[in-house]
């Protein structure tokens, strides 16, 4: 199984999606993943989201996990779903322990110092930045990285093709996650594609 350093290192944006019809899937899958972003993570904020998950799978090169996910219940449906990776708005010990313990790639929401302290307790040293922009934007994890040397980020919440770039130019930075790249509803694969293409493009 890919570590989440390793995911999180395959390209520069990881699209957060909500699929509300599992037809849907496999169409915003194809776009996404031919426009050179494979790794994609399906929120489970709706009925749809575990359906989904199982049909992305099919989906040569999609690298697929779940979001949103905020305890051992559901981290246990993601991974019967075949989540590959798990990431959760927060951090707490059950949660980090049951990811763990199932050797899951595993991506928990930090905010704060405290947030990081928890999950270098657990052993974990990469993170999601969320919400990035309420949460104080770069600035604010700027400051938050500077004690924590070896921890990495995926800054989630508010990011956009205006201000990826700057997120991207900061060292810690090795990913970000965003909604822009796979727009709720319909999709149409052709402009999804294009979307990909040039998220794929930014930071390099």
Known sequence: MTDIATLM?????????????????????EGLVAGGLPVLEVTMRT????????AMKQVPGAIVGAGTVTNEHELDQALRAG???????GLTEPLGRAAIDRNVPFLPGIANAG?????LDLGLTHFKFFP??????????KALAAPFGPCRFCPTGGISPDNAAEWLAFD???CVGGSWVAPRGKPDPAAIED?????????R
């Open 9 to 29: 290192n395959t390209s520069p944006v990881i699209p957060v999606i909500v699929i509300d019809d599992v037809a849907d899937a496999v169409p915003l899958a």
């Open 47 to 54: 009925p749809a989201a575990l359906d989904a998950i199982a």
């Open 83 to 89: 989540s590959e990776f798990v990431v959760s708005p």
């Open 115 to 119: 947030d990081i302290m928890r999950g």
């Open 132 to 141: 990035a922009m309420a949460a104080g934007g770069l600035p604010a994890l």
């Open 172 to 174: 810690p930075v090795l």
């Open 195 to 203: 979307l990909a293409r040039q998220a794929a493009s930014l930071g």
